[in-house]
């Protein structure tokens, strides 16, 4: 790992630890990438034969979509933990032996993670195992914590040392704090609510306990299911489905669940929500979460074939074939499709193997990665005027690939509808955009981008709309990164703090 | 590797070697296997610039549907071999480093292969590089020779040693055979082809020259790309558009093509061919080939909405969804949506992820593999009338499975069809299939197997209409493994030889 | 790793990360073990040719004798601190590309480890590098606090948390509480050392120093050298010889050296030493450090020779041969040989290849370990009277195996004669001796473990001895392994802490 | 692997395959090179408790020291082969998985390789497995042949394919033309020992027998042994101490061994040997066997010990200490001690434990790679006159850097002695010197030696005196590599073949 020798530096790449040269180059998902997923098992009484870390790992491999940098997997047998965590994907970092190697245990956690980063770096890998006064504790967190530096400039004034830098290690911080005066670890937590600020979905094992945390304004999602007699918990209810698990139901914001040998209860940290006002993240339904996920109430796919639909009401054109872009793009156009009465079709094909690319500039390398992941199906293209559907565009860069694959392959006409409005503000909640100045529509206006991508036509969906495809959900949502309207204040140092230039640190 | 002690028992299995560990398990693509892909290179002068082994390795990457059980790549530098290869697909054969480390050549060749002994060994891993009295060969095969066994004793009574017993090395050994009494190169592989019986589509390269091959049946696909002024081979022309390159034309049966610094040259090696009879394997058009291929003027993925099509036609229904079966389905179902009028529907999501398995009983992996890969999308399939479309079924367990998820998913009604008709026999050519005895379609007649299936109503495409799938093409057809009418006579021992009970060797 | 979930148990065996799986199974050294080892290099300007990290590797490599769990290299580049680390031996664990990928810096730190559990576990890996409020640390060190249990309760109290329990974490956690009220990182050391107990030979670089310090006590050694005209410290000078160093001279007990751009500079932390009582370990000379190390003044060879020719004046003989037990019994033999003018002669192979067992009962691995690992030279040991001499009897098992071997090589007479007294206390300075149960010597008085071996006579070195192999030393000795006079008290709960059984914890 | 295109060329380098990463640079062992080392074991009824393969994997580990390029184990299971193999040591190449994996059965045959190229080929690794006309053969050659050129022009002109072009190929193509007109198995090696010109100590596997065979000149050793009733062979006794084994006897030079469900029994292919002349390489006593082995009668260690003595009445001096050069030149240091009455001394620590290097020009490298795993141990060596003990000096380099090192470390007199006359031929017979060219004494006489590596005396082994250390073996002797006197006729052509510059192939 490569850290800062400043305080104003900690966010800094997290350099390399002794990578597993194994380890593929992933072709990047996209160029926005979410946060984490986090699981969790507490095996009641009766449900021995359940072997949860199979469930684990395979609940895991479900939630792989968020976050394909690191996954781990904590054991806690009676409040002895054992881990099995790494750089990579699942299927690399969660070897087969060295699953078979952890004991077996009443509580299993599992956490996948992406860093907004960019690099392999083991020193925040989770589950977080720390020990502290009462015992040790599991932590696996999914969001972005906002008053991180204020957090951490007060604990280090009182002498704290910080290994990673990570929210987890943070909020492990204020919980171990706030455990000296709280009587019990729910308590604890409860207080440690009150401390921070952001985004934070939490699953945490304490020695005899599984709890699942969701903040205030239930940015990010967490649900509950149940396997025989057994609870579990998980980022997204998709994995239910692999594990045999029972959809429950979805904690709530503000909500905190804990699992012991005597059940299941539920406390709220807050009266009511502090502002009265939730604010799922938007972003969950438009890119990041499987479409076989039902969030808050409503069912991802629906939410995304529902931007489709409204997509074509503010931008009809006449065409031949509506198609997505797949993966992301394939819901939007089944609606878009279905509104529009255009036939769907598929005009691209996506290589599902992995690549490992021959060194090469880094420019060339991610072009070829482009042209083996995606190629478009000229036999149903040729002669079209299509519809292209995505989620959203970023840089551009992919935008306009696609659209050269699509005229090359010999397209009367390309109108690109983007199912979700321009994306023009810094995420602080948990999705990384990796530099606001290089989003596309920061520089350009719908019609330079149209020209820029060499599109027929652009349209985007409308934030009205937008808040509108997930309609009847049980929260509120932030749509900050389109509209601007954050729902709790940025501190400015945040970002200064996660993405200012390097600082040297010299000695007074 | 494991090598049996009796010729009757050379095509065991050929087990473990040292296999990387880092392997994951890989989800198996279906019950039915293609074998190999294959792919040249040749760098006319002027082209220095080109990386062939990025272009190789970009286009085995497009090729690895065909193969995922080795990977290889061979650079011939003025009639000097280096070569990478190795168990495992591309990713993890093809190291970074170890391309890297590989000389440059006016000549690159590779080879994607799948075995049909479902076993990691190393001994038969291609590009086979071999040397002989004319210098060295390097070469590329995909198909199946039904005439092994006898060319085998022949050799064996010659003095004949093995190390693998793949067709590539009974190749090679033919070539050096017919080369001590051959002119030139090309014409010992025109007396080589008079030799050898079944499917074969070869990249060959000699010390000078890459020479591409396909048997006069004509059974795997073969076809001829140009990048900027040098020439390439590949299995599908699919690799063309990822690698940059303009595809020329298919090699026809019977055809060699070689390439070398005077140019390319085109040879035939039957006066006709041998019966008039051309014979490529259907099912390349129904399963095995990428969709954005065109072999011998037929666009892959046209056939399989042609399929839909017909198939509708020969099995309608009223329902409220046409879904496909990921990802081999999905082409029909958009032909059936067609032709049916119904809605074109998502009601599966694939977990894009590779896995690796907790050690469990084989079964109960399988199943896991199962639900890991595939889950039901409820929201969309909750309360309708499904149109399930599948390309195949062989034993029937996953589509069992298929339908369970449906059903659980709260789907009202379950009509699977089937875009080719019922799998009945083996195949001699290339194509997998475990064990003919484990064909649902030996043992059940079509409702006794929607019984099974627990589906509302069961449909396969007739032979007839899978007839027309692919009408205008440049060649005729096989279709054996449905109608069970073989081009070629298959001899009684070929399959003794292949999956006959092992037989110990006592010495006399 | 694995965490216990209580503060009673926070030593509990650490265990199984994703273990490499090339690393071989190794033969253990011995049946005690000495913790770690480390090394710090500052190039000062006009070094910048010098290849810092090359040569930090080299003397890990040279230090490897001291611990073989992990290791880790540390660069510091002008407060920015990059790392690469991981479980195994310096050829596993650091990689030729990790550490080509390592930015170059004035400061690399890199250490060794011995951990005394024996078990693979990343969590604990150094150098250590932690971030605290003014700036970022990294921490190299080897030895064992004695008040550890003390400092983590009153730390714990204050809020906080541990993520290894390991001596490093916790000395980075008083260094951050003691800079808080210090005006510079040496003033903060120096009042850290007033708060730790026990062993610690650091080597700490803060953004812009390198700092190297010794306890007060001289448990541990630790040394100075110059390459060029930059300095580096080192466990043992025996890595000067390797990294082309020239040896300055010993870092002295309770003194702290500094190197920065301004030179270098030494304070000492206490006005004498505390109780004007050094204790350098014994058990270095005899056994742990390197021949070619002088520590101390007094040359680890010499001081060896000189135990062989005092343990014949205690325990004569008349035989044909002496010989040592293959490595660490070598140097005494010479001396016991030169003492005695009966011939010094080879009785053993040592196999220097490593090896990997298959998979079998513990037992009978540990027996083929052994076979595989020493044979007995037969040619050179039949019919003679043999001296056989070793540094140290620990459970007495491997010293049977030898004895056995001789015999069957057919060995006349074996006397065995051990460099040092019977082992018979536990260490608490940073050497570990599996279980005080175990050690033979307590169990059993000296002509009973003569009968238990088999050997014809049996003879120690006493402890009047031992003081005199190192006479001239510039420091006093601990010998209490041998003795049971403890230099500084020991708190009754460190033995508690790290050894009892393990304690489940229950919320209250 | 790279495999030249032209018959000239078949011997070229054979380079890089997918390497595994993990493996360590090996320091070289010193400038020569021997090959190979193989072992066999038939498991007889009622000893099928015995772990044949732990068995194998723990004698290869014995005879790790002859070969650490590449490592296999074959089991054969009634006819059934399987093997496991790979480039590497063989704690690397063996991987525990593997070897778990590996069916048991009742022959075992194992195999390490040096390749005199120097470069990691995986296509030559053994046992080599082969299938022919009566079935399977698993063959482990050590030797090289003269007539490898011949036998292969032959057979190329009846249309053989070579994948390695390495004599374990070669010896079994011919074994297979031979079976053709031999009534069995024993018959064919028979006659295939008459076609063989060279040496080849090899341990076959058929079906049924395991054979030991070796050449009528006797170059190489090989030895039975037995463990329970089951019998094994090894090229060395020294592992049967390791595995369990009693020594029976050596092989003699013309004789077969064959094992099988009836019993042992032993064939001699010449009436006499051929000549009556054997011819044993001198060299296995000097520096490739180990110490504890015995060859023919004559234990190494005595030979070496008596090459001591020797060198001392050919070239006494005056000295304070006599010093072997670790590890080969220490038998012979306590020779030269015992015979002038001069101490045994140590002056160097060799460090046992392995290095990988951090990437810096190969030179560099080499400097470091000697300067890590040798240092001086100046407390024994300052002020005093040193004769100094090596096996054999090459290029003269290494020898130069421990002359630097003596003088360095203070040693006032330097005198270097050779336990073996100047190295001025190259070995056909397969011990590998890289180039002739590079042979010191080809170019320098002794004076010119000494003076270039700085001493202040040299002297050499006369030849005379070398064909005394094993008086009374029951075999002549090749000391070729010394005296030029080589046993058999040497065609021109084999050097042509191995070491020629490289030839382009183009086609006719």
Redesign the interface.
């Given at each position: 790992?490569?850290?800062?020798?400043?305080?104003e530096?900690?966010m800094?790449p997290l350099?390399?630890?002794?990578?597993?040269?194994?380890l593929?180059?992933l072709p990047p998902k996209g160029e926005i990438y979410d946060e984490c997923g986090v699981f969790g098992l507490y095996k009641t009484d009766g449900d021995e034969e359940l072997?949860g870390?199979?469930i684990t790992?395979?609940a895991l491999?479900?939630l792989?979509?968020r976050g394909?940098e690191s996954a781990g997997i904590a054991v806690?047998n009676?409040?002895?933990?054992?881990?099995?965590?790494?750089v990579g994907?699942?299927?690399?970092?969660?070897?087969?032996?060295?699953?078979?190697?952890?004991?077996d245990g009443k509580i299993v956690i599992g956490h996948v993670r992406y860093t907004p980063l960019n690099l392999l770096d083991?020193s925040g890998t989770q589950p977080?195992?720390?020990?502290?006064?009462?015992?040790?504790l599991g932590i696996c967190h999914n969001g972005a914590l906002t008053n991180f530096k204020e957090l951490k400039d007060k604990l280090?004034?009182?002498?704290?040392?910080?290994?990673s830098?990570s929210d987890a290690?943070m909020i492990?911080?204020i919980i171990?704090?706030q455990r000296?005066h709280a009587p019990?670890?729910e308590d604890a937590i409860i207080k440690t609510m009150h401390k921070l600020r952001g985004a934070y979905s939490l699953v945490v094992s304490?020695?005899?306990?599984l709890i699942a945390v969701r903040d205030p304004y239930g940015f990010r999602p967490l649900c509950l299911g149940k396997i025989g007699n057994s609870y579990c918990f998980a980022s997204e209810s998709?994995v239910f489905?692999?594990?045999?698990a029972e959809f429950i139901r979805d904690i709530c914001p503000g909500e905190i669940v804990v699992v012991d040998s005597k059940g299941i209860n539920s406390y709220f940290a807050y009266e009511q929500n502090a502002e009265n006002k939730t604010s799922l993240c938007m972003f969950e339904y438009v890119y990041i979460a499987?479409?076989?996920s039902?969030i808050d109430g409503i069912?991802?796919?629906?939410a995304r074939?529902r931007a489709g639909e409204l997509l074509y009401l503010e931008h009809p054109v006449d065409a031949d074939m509506v198609c997505g872009v797949p993966?992301s793009g394939?819901?939007a156009a089944?609606g878009y499709a279905?509104a529009s009465k255009i036939?769907?079709?598929?005009a691209f094909?996506k290589?599902?193997?992995?690549?490992?690319?021959?060194?090469?500039p880094q420019k060339e390398k991610k072009k070829?990665l482009l042209?083996?992941k995606l190629?478009?199906?000229?036999?149903?293209v040729k002669g079209k005027r299509i519809v292209i559907i995505d989620d959203s565009i970023v840089r551009g860069e992919t935008s306009k690939h696609i659209v050269t694959l699509l005229k090359n392959a010999g397209a009367k006409e390309v109108h690109m509808r983007i199912s979700s409005p321009p994306f023009l503000h810094a995420c602080y909640f948990g999705v990384d955009v990796k530099n606001e100045d290089e989003l596309i529509a920061k520089r350009m206006n719908t019609q330079q981008i149209a020209e820029y991508l060499g599109v027929d036509s652009l349209g985007y969906l409308s934030c009205e709309s937008l808040n509108l495809i997930a309609q009847g959900a049980k929260v509120g949502f932030c749509d900050a990164c389109f509209s601007g309207k954050y729902p709790l204040e940025i501190p400015k140092e945040i970002f200064v703090d996660k993405f200012s230039e390097?600082i040297?640190?010299?000695?007074?």
């Amino acid at each position: 790992m490569q850290q800062s020798g400043n305080e104003e530096n900690f966010m800094q790449p997290l350099a390399y630890r002794n990578i597993d040269k194994h380890l593929p180059v992933l072709p990047p998902k996209g160029e926005i990438y979410d946060e984490c997923g986090v699981f969790g098992l507490y095996k009641t009484d009766g449900d021995e034969e359940l072997n949860g870390i199979s469930i684990t790992h395979d609940a895991l491999l479900g939630l792989q979509h968020r976050g394909q940098e690191s996954a781990g997997i904590a054991v806690n047998n009676n409040g002895e933990f054992s881990t099995v965590k790494d750089v990579g994907m699942v299927y690399s970092a969660l070897s087969e032996k060295a699953l078979e190697d952890l004991p077996d245990g009443k509580i299993v956690i599992g956490h996948v993670r992406y860093t907004p980063l960019n690099l392999l770096d083991s020193s925040g890998t989770q589950p977080l195992i720390i020990r502290y006064i009462y015992g040790a504790l599991g932590i696996c967190h999914n969001g972005a914590l906002t008053n991180f530096k204020e957090l951490k400039d007060k604990l280090e004034q009182g002498g704290a040392i910080f290994q990673s830098y990570s929210d987890a290690e943070m909020i492990a911080y204020i919980i171990a704090e706030q455990r000296l005066h709280a009587p019990s670890i729910e308590d604890a937590i409860i207080k440690t609510m009150h401390k921070l600020r952001g985004a934070y979905s939490l699953v945490v094992s304490s020695p005899n306990k599984l709890i699942a945390v969701r903040d205030p304004y239930g940015f990010r999602p967490l649900c509950l299911g149940k396997i025989g007699n057994s609870y579990c918990f998980a980022s997204e209810s998709c994995v239910f489905q692999s594990v045999g698990a029972e959809f429950i139901r979805d904690i709530c914001p503000g909500e905190i669940v804990v699992v012991d040998s005597k059940g299941i209860n539920s406390y709220f940290a807050y009266e009511q929500n502090a502002e009265n006002k939730t604010s799922l993240c938007m972003f969950e339904y438009v890119y990041i979460a499987r479409p076989d996920s039902v969030i808050d109430g409503i069912s991802v796919y629906n939410a995304r074939k529902r931007a489709g639909e409204l997509l074509y009401l503010e931008h009809p054109v006449d065409a031949d074939m509506v198609c997505g872009v797949p993966d992301s793009g394939l819901d939007a156009a089944q609606g878009y499709a279905a509104a529009s009465k255009i036939p769907y079709g598929i005009a691209f094909i996506k290589n599902k193997y992995i690549a490992r690319m021959v060194s090469m500039p880094q420019k060339e390398k991610k072009k070829r990665l482009l042209n083996t992941k995606l190629t478009a199906l000229a036999a149903n293209v040729k002669g079209k005027r299509i519809v292209i559907i995505d989620d959203s565009i970023v840089r551009g860069e992919t935008s306009k690939h696609i659209v050269t694959l699509l005229k090359n392959a010999g397209a009367k006409e390309v109108h690109m509808r983007i199912s979700s409005p321009p994306f023009l503000h810094a995420c602080y909640f948990g999705v990384d955009v990796k530099n606001e100045d290089e989003l596309i529509a920061k520089r350009m206006n719908t019609q330079q981008i149209a020209e820029y991508l060499g599109v027929d036509s652009l349209g985007y969906l409308s934030c009205e709309s937008l808040n509108l495809i997930a309609q009847g959900a049980k929260v509120g949502f932030c749509d900050a990164c389109f509209s601007g309207k954050y729902p709790l204040e940025i501190p400015k140092e945040i970002f200064v703090d996660k993405f200012s230039e390097k600082i040297r640190f010299t000695e007074k």
